[in-house]
């Protein structure tokens, strides 16, 4: 899986192996956001009726952090937007760190690769001077 990563005594990744990576985790990430915004279009559209177009306004400006256009009129419309609206922090926070995790893995991956050869090169016996 693209999530899978190689531990610090194995050599970087080739720029190629990288930005596949890269991409395969920008792809799952942007799947997360749709599928999450399909989820709120889908409850503002059956718990509060509202048009498409408007539960996707709605179910966008929560997501995107920007709080929502529309306030709720049901008792079933407020427990979903304040549901959904927990959701969405949450997910935003997790989907952004699993689109920028290759790049942070990268550069950890290559500051430790230089220390494993500078290890490498102590002599467990004797204490460095």
Known sequence: MF???????R???PRAAFLRRLSMSTLFGLSLILV???FGMG???WFERLSWMDSFLNAAMLLGGMGPIWSPQ???GKLFAGFYALYSGLAVLAI????IAPVVHRLLHRFHADLADQVDQIDPV???R
Do not use: C, Q, W
Not at 3 to 9: A, D, G, K, T, V
Not at 96 to 99: A, N
């Open 36 to 38: 999450s915004l399909l």
């Open 11 to 13: 050599p970087v990744l």
């Open 74 to 76: 049901t008792d079933a």
């Open 3 to 9: 999530l899978n990563y190689e531990h610090f005594r």
């Open 43 to 45: 409850g503002y559209h």
């Open 126 to 128: 004797k204490p460095p």
């Open 96 to 99: 952004v760190g699993i689109m």
